[in-house]
């Protein structure tokens, strides 16, 4: 558990989607962490709610999960937060 809770405080993240209405993060959150990632979250980027499938120490340790993501969406990025 010590390791989700440092994983929050990880600058980089892979984002699956980005979401105008909070009601389709929360319904995707719950379907990526149901059946992909536990590590996956809800994060504020600006007026859009982005659903992480989950943040990294390094901008290489993100890009080398990247294609592991976009096997669950073709248009995972990675941002730094």
């Not at 390791?3 to 909070?22: S, T």
């Not at 979250?41 to 499938?53: E, S, W």
């Not at 999960?65 to 730094?80: D, T």
Request: charged share 30%.
């Amino acid at each position: 558990m010590a390791d989700a809770e440092a994983m929050k405080n990880y600058p980089y993240h892979i984002v699956l989607g980005a979401f105008e209405v909070d009601r389709n993060a929360v319904n995707y959150l719950a379907l990526v962490k149901e059946k992909y990632s536990q590590h996956a979250r809800k994060l504020k980027m600006g007026r859009l709610d982005a659903v992480t499938y989950k943040s990294y120490k390094t901008l290489t340790d993100a890009y080398n999960e990247l294609p592991k993501a976009k096997q669950i969406s073709e248009n995972a990025w990675v941002v730094r937060r």
